[in-house]
T-cell receptor
Framework: AQKVTQAQTEISVVEKEDVTLDCVYETRDTTYYLFWYKQPPSGELVFLIRRNSFDEQNEISGRYSWNFQKSTSSFNFTITASQVVDSAVYFCALIITTNNAGNMLTFGGGTRLMVKP | NAGVTQTPKFQVLKTGQSMTLQCAQDMNHNSMYWYRQDPGMGLRLIYYSASEGTTDKGEVPNGYNVSRLNKREFSLRLESAAPSQTSVYFC???????????????FGPGTRLTVL
């Protein structure tokens, strides 16, 4: 069985601060994907990034960056120079990669980020 | 291209009432999913449909039924609603292509359900 842990339930920062959201996962499978989703106050789930288990390169997209480390089973998400619009709940998720469409996307409990002006 | 749509957005039921949550996607995806989101617990899979004509149970199927009406539509039915089913319900879909998006699920806006 898979498990995703987001130990930080709430983080509060002031605008322009950098913030890192932690994600630790557990799986016995060697082939899997990791995801981050954003849930703004409006409630929809917005896909941010997907990373497969064979690709440990860090990724940067604008103010967002992701640090994937298999050695520590972590997939952390950093927002640089945070903005009020970044305020949301962020979910880390994992799915094992087989041809079974019923692969369960296992979610962490989410981290609520509040960015104050 | 609307992506994944869900109706209704909000619903209040009394214990014992029934209702159907509707989901449709226009991305020609093969697989569709129903999740529920409870506070502090992330999302949990209720049912899924790998392809048109097939459905299977997920992690928390009790109290629910589903129908994959066609490739576009996947509905979730509560036959006799209970307060424990108060939650936010998300529908998702996933392509089955050989490309890198194979395992990305795209979510609808959610239905907020309250059972009194």
């Amino acid at each position: 069985a898979q498990k995703v842990t987001q130990a930080q339930t709430e983080i509060s920062v002031v605008e322009k601060e950098d913030v890192t959201l932690d994600c630790v996962y557990e799986t016995r499978d060697t082939t899997y994907y990791l995801f981050w989703y954003k849930q703004p106050p409006s409630g929809e789930l917005v896909f941010l990034i997907r990373r497969n288990s064979f690709d440990e390169q860090n990724e940067i997209s604008g103010r967002y960056s992701w640090n994937f480390q298999k050695s520590t089973s972590s997939f952390n998400f950093t927002i640089t120079a945070s903005q009020v619009v970044d305020s949301a709940v962020y979910f880390c998720a994992l799915i094992i990669t087989t041809n079974n469409a019923g692969n369960m996307l296992t979610f962490g409990g989410g981290t609520r980020l509040m960015v104050k002006p | 291209n609307a992506g994944v749509t869900q109706t209704p957005k909000f619903q209040v039921l009394k214990t014992g009432q029934s209702m159907t949550l509707q989901c449709a996607q226009d991305m020609n995806h093969n697989s569709m999913y129903w999740y529920r989101q409870d506070p502090g617990m992330g999302l949990r899979l209720i049912y899924y449909s790998a392809s048109e004509g097939t459905t299977d149970k997920g992690e928390v199927p009790n109290g629910y039924n589903v129908s994959r009406l066609n490739k576009r539509e996947f509905s979730l039915r509560l036959e006799s609603a209970a307060p424990s089913q108060t939650s936010v319900y998300f529908c998702a879909s996933r392509p089955l292509t050989a490309g890198g998006s194979r395992d990305t699920q795209y979510f609808g806006p959610g239905t907020r359900l309250t059972v009194l």
